[in-house]
């Protein structure tokens, strides 16, 4: 659900509704990012089986179809220091696995659209 909520409507690019300049500094650094992953990945990420194409994917896979505010906060996760830090899990993760060991029950603290449409809501010039 989260992620069909951060795709732009109706089948719309991002190059449809970013300036283009503004378009061609983003492919620019997505590039350079997808250049520089496998140099900031750590021996411990390789030896997990991490490869830097996957990660790169399973982070800004399908970007030029996502709203302008989820390939901001994107951008803002693809540095040396977040990408570092992938594969070790975050709270969230962490316990939802533990629960999951202990044969506990979870469930969701918020519904899907409770995160996702106050962001959507944003306008362009916010973003």
């Known amino acids: 659900g989260l992620a069909s909520c951060q795709m732009l ?19 620019r650094h997505l590039d350079y990012i997808k250049l520089m992953l496998p140099h900031w990945m ?3 990420q390789r030896g997990k089986g991490l490869y830097a194409d996957y ?5 800004a896979g399908n970007w030029e179809r996502k709203r302008p505010v989820w390939v901001m906060l994107m951008v803002n996760s693809l540095t040396e220091t977040d990408i ?11 316990l939802a696995q533990e629960a999951e060991r202990m044969k506990k029950t979870t469930g969701a603290v918020e519904r899907v659209e409770e ?3 106050p962001l959507n809501g944003l306008n362009f010039s916010q973003v």
């Open 9 to 27: 409507p109706h089948g719309e690019n991002l190059q449809d509704v970013l300036p283009r300049e503004l378009y061609r500094r983003l492919k």
């Open 115 to 117: 995160q996702c449409h």
């Open 84 to 94: 570092r830090s992938r594969g070790v899990p975050v709270l969230d993760l962490y």
């Open 55 to 59: 990660l790169f994917n399973a982070i």
């Open 42 to 44: 750590t021996p411990d």
